[in-house]
């Protein structure tokens, strides 16, 4: 043995920004102990030699002459065997078992982290379902008892390994699949505000990762997030079909038939939803101009009602601080304040859809006096609402 590994353990220490408190953490020994070898009174058992050099990520011929490619090879051959138990749905306990000895040798890895996280939270997800008396039929539903979940014991370590993992990893795959977790396990043990926040990360995914969290103990607020799992995917399908379908005529069908799902979704009452369905008439209007001027001057007659429709509820939710539903589909949705940040639509209308010299599709409406009244009548509105 190197007679001066405590000092190549002490440069590596102080080279990565660790402190010996972290370090004797990952290895399972006293800050007194990592000391001692620092200061060259003792040297570290044979044991702890390929998890120091697997800790510090150095060669490992530098500390015991292994290569960092079989470091690579061990860690991955580790994870692809939790991997097949996971797939096998066998007992998490094995995975646990497993990975704990893996971070043995290779102590601090986040891919191996990340598995014992998980394997842990399967664990402790596994012993909450089997548990007695841990939920029953409230109003006619099945509810968990909170307090029960969070006293069967194993999330606390699996949450303190996924939190690390959520500061500290740039892996974003690792990252998301902590947060969704994390959100299962803070939603069960009553820890709501902690779950919601952990979804505010990834705004394109909270509705759905809040759903399936808070559907045993908040029905409600999951109903509303399938709610706006709802809306939020129909606004995504007006978005994108009408742009790829193949020709003409599939194109208009389905702006028919988004129009008739936004009809029967929200039954008239479209609050901030007006905006999505004037783009669609627009669109609609667009498609009709080659062969029906009449039916094309009619969608965007639609297209201007539900914008100006989209600009009052603006207005209204500025008035209010928050406007409702009143649709079976969407009653439990709320818009407030966070919403008046939008634009009005009908100066957007006006500029960069009816008066754009650079849009060939309205020009076939220019000499027709229907369109000129429409154009007069929405900038005479834009202007008052400037006044």
Known sequence: MNVKIGTKIKVLR??????????????????????????????????YLTPIANFFNITLDELF??????????????????????????????????????????PANEQLLFRLAKA??????????????????????????????KAVKGWEEAAKIMEDLLASSVNDEIRYECTELLILLYSSIG???????????????????????????????????????????????SHQMPKHAKDSKLKK?????????????FRGDYGFYHVFVSSLYD?????????RTDEAFAALEKAYEHGKAFD????????????????????????????????????????CVLKDKQDDFYKKLHDDPRYTALVERIEHEVAEEGD
Request: a negative charge; glycine letters at 6%; aromatic letters at 10%.
């Open 14 to 47: 102080k080279r990565d920004g660790v402190t010996q408190e972290k370090l004797a953490d990952a290895l399972g020994v006293t800050p007194q102990a990592v000391s001692k070898w620092e200061s060259e009174n003792g040297y570290p058992d044979l044991e």
């Open 65 to 106: 002459g292994h290569d960092l490619a079989e470091k690579q090879r061990k860690i991955d051959e580790y994870c692809k065997q939790v991997d097949d138990l996971a797939r096998d749905w066998s007992d998490p306990g094995l995975r646990v078992e497993l990975m704990r000895q893996a971070l043995a040798e290779f």
């Open 120 to 149: 842990l939270w399967y664990q402790w997800d596994k012993d909450v379902r089997e548990c007695d008396g841990i939920g029953g039929i409230v109003n006619g539903k099945y509810k968990r008892d909170q307090n029960k979940v």
């Open 191 to 237: 820890e709501k505000e902690r779950a919601v926040e952990l979804a505010d990360h990834y705004p394109d995914s909270k509705n759905d990762l809040l759903c399936t969290a808070f559907e045993l103990n908040y029905e409600e607020e999951s109903d509303m997030y399938s709610q706006r799992l709802l809306t939020d995917g129909l606004n995504i399908l």
């Open 253 to 265: 069908e389905v702006c028919e038939k988004l129009l008739d799902l936004y009809g029967f979704i």
């Open 283 to 291: 669109e609609y209007a667009r498609i009709l101009l080659d062969e």
């Open 312 to 351: 009052e509820c603006l207005d209204e939710i500025r008035r209010q601080g928050e406007i409702g539903y009143s649709s079976p589909f969407t009653y439990l949705i709320k818009e407030d304040s966070e919403k008046v940040y939008a634009s009005k639509y009908l100066p957007q209308f006006l500029s």
